[in-house]
């Protein structure tokens, strides 16, 4: 079974009315080159925020960067190493000469599939440092622009996975940091005292490049077909037999930033068709 990105379709986009949502204000969206992170940088663009969008690949990048500029929007495309310091820090800084840093989406991750004692020391080092370190790291860098914007406010939002609720076999170090981004958000919810909010997303399999890369990985280890791996694995527990798109995941960004989740303080917005909480 062959799984493609969808197209990204203008009329898809959940668009809400407000008034953070202004070229003034900046989005920082890590991971924009493919899958949800190059929709969440769409679906913001489209909702007139200016968008720093941020990868390790140039060539993706851009190609996010000049979708953007097709529908009429303002994005600027940072080709960074999230496991480096120096290239975070460089990334928030020229987010800020865009306009004021309200809104961070820190969606980048990786896969790898294996059991814990044949887990790769090397890869658990790189998934820790990409998908926790590097988002409280932005975290805690742009929190200082939010408290200087005029109305002392932001929005950050982590994407975690059904795997930051239920773990699954020889996916120890993605469970481990989904979990984590929970717990993120809301630490920095409980600082934020109302006016820099945070929250994760929560999701079953999605139509991207990391879900479709670790088809043949899962086969091999469950001693089963991909096509099995997609109908049993992925889509087993879910009342929902279709895999969500990228850009139904950035919507919920664009509805998590928005005035209508005023109330939204270190909560998870759990959209997984069912596969963890029926039965």
Same mark, same amino acid.
């Given at each position: 079974?062959?799984? =493609?990105?969808?197209?990204?379709?203008?009329? $898809? &986009?959940? %668009?809400?009315?407000?008034?953070?949502?202004?070229?003034?204000?900046?989005?920082?969206?890590?991971?924009?080159?493919? +899958? /949800?992170?190059?929709?969440?940088?769409?679906?913001?663009?489209?909702?007139?925020?200016?968008?720093?969008?941020?990868?390790?690949?140039? *060539?993706?990048?851009?190609?996010?960067? *000049?979708?953007?500029?097709? /529908? +009429?929007?303002?994005?600027?495309? /940072?080709?960074?190493?999230?496991?480096?310091?120096?290239?975070?820090? @460089?990334?928030?800084?020229?987010?800020? $000469?865009?306009?004021?840093?309200?809104?961070?989406?820190?969606?980048? +991750?990786?896969? =790898?599939?294996?059991?814990? *004692?044949?887990?790769?020391?090397?890869?658990?080092?790189?998934?820790?440092?990409?998908?926790?370190?590097?988002?409280?790291?932005?975290?805690?860098?742009?929190?200082?622009?939010? %408290?200087?914007?005029?109305?002392?406010?932001?929005? &950050?939002?982590?994407?975690? #996975?059904?795997?930051?609720?239920?773990?699954?076999?020889? %996916?120890?170090?993605?469970?481990?940091? %989904?979990?984590?981004? @929970?717990?993120? #958000?809301?630490?920095?919810?409980?600082?934020?005292?109302?006016?820099?909010? #945070? !929250?994760?997303?929560?999701?079953? !399999?999605?139509?991207?490049?990391?879900?479709?890369?670790?088809?043949?990985?899962?086969?091999?280890?469950?001693?089963?077909?991909? *096509?099995?791996?997609?109908?049993?694995?992925?889509?087993?527990?879910?009342?929902?037999?279709?895999?969500?798109?990228? /850009?139904?995941?950035?919507? &919920?960004?664009?509805?998590? !930033? #928005? @005035?209508?989740?005023?109330?939204?303080?270190?909560?998870?917005?759990? !959209? $997984?068709?069912?596969?963890?909480?029926?039965?």
């Amino acid at each position: 079974m062959t799984i =493609h990105e969808p197209e990204i379709k203008t009329e $898809d &986009i959940l %668009k809400i009315e407000d008034d953070q949502f202004k070229p003034d204000n900046v989005c920082i969206v890590t991971g924009c080159g493919t +899958g /949800i992170g190059r929709a969440t940088a769409v679906a913001a663009v489209a909702n007139n925020l200016t968008v720093a969008g941020i990868d390790i690949n140039d *060539e993706a990048g851009k190609k996010t960067e *000049e979708m953007v500029r097709q /529908i +009429g929007g303002e994005m600027v495309f /940072i080709k960074a190493d999230l496991t480096n310091d120096d290239d975070i820090v @460089r990334s928030v800084k020229e987010a800020s $000469d865009k306009g004021s840093i309200k809104f961070l989406a820190n969606i980048a +991750g990786i896969q =790898h599939i294996d059991s814990i *004692e044949n887990f790769p020391m090397e890869k658990y080092d790189l998934m820790q440092q990409l998908m926790l370190r590097a988002p409280f790291f932005l975290s805690k860098l742009v929190i200082p622009h939010m %408290k200087a914007s005029a109305d002392k406010t932001g929005v &950050i939002a982590n994407m975690a #996975s059904i795997h930051a609720h239920i773990c699954t076999l020889n %996916k120890p170090v993605y469970n481990i940091t %989904k979990f984590g981004l @929970r717990a993120l #958000s809301q630490s920095i919810s409980a600082e934020g005292q109302g006016k820099i909010r #945070s !929250f994760t997303v929560s999701t079953g !399999f999605v139509q991207t490049p990391l879900a479709m890369n670790q088809v043949a990985a899962q086969a091999g280890q469950r001693g089963i077909t991909e *096509e099995q791996v997609i109908t049993d694995v992925m889509m087993g527990k879910s009342r929902i037999k279709e895999m969500m798109t990228p /850009i139904e995941v950035a919507n &919920i960004f664009i509805y998590g !930033f #928005s @005035r209508h989740a005023g109330y939204l303080v270190g909560g998870d917005l759990l !959209f $997984d068709g069912g596969s963890v909480l029926t039965y």
